[in-house]
């Protein structure tokens, strides 16, 4: 599983040692394109806590056949997540920027 852009995984130790003690939830920017072993990779994301807010940015090399998709009720609250001008967040429009004249 290569992942993509946007996409939340987690990471076990089945994609590196590194992640034996505490495996983490990890939210891609982006899949780096630099040479590697085979079947490693860079990339850059967000550290996710438990409820999916981004705690840390981070870097990791990982084996992309030890990734694993997340758990889905992760995963869908950042479809849509996009903010306008609006102060609308995935379609939700901001109590306080609704209220302002």
């Keep these: 599983m290569i992942p993509r852009s ?3 995984i987690r990471v076990t130790r089945a994609a590196s ?6 495996p983490l939830l ?3 920017i982006r ?10 990779a860079w990339l850059d994301g ?8 981004a705690v840390d940015r981070r870097s990791i090399f990982v084996q992309v056949g030890g990734l694993q998709p997340a758990n889905p009720a992760i995963t869908s609250r950042f479809v849509g997540a996009r903010r306008g001008s ?16």
Excluded: C, K, M
């Design 6 to 8: 946007g996409e939340v």
């Design 17 to 22: 040692v590194q992640f034996a003690a505490t």
């Design 26 to 28: 990890f939210r891609v």
């Design 31 to 40: 899949v780096h394109d630099w040479s590697t072993y085979d079947g490693w």
């Design 46 to 53: 967000y550290e996710l806590n438990a409820v999916g807010e």
């Design 86 to 101: 609006s102060g609308a967040i995935g379609g939700v429009v901001n109590q306080a920027a609704a209220l302002r004249p």
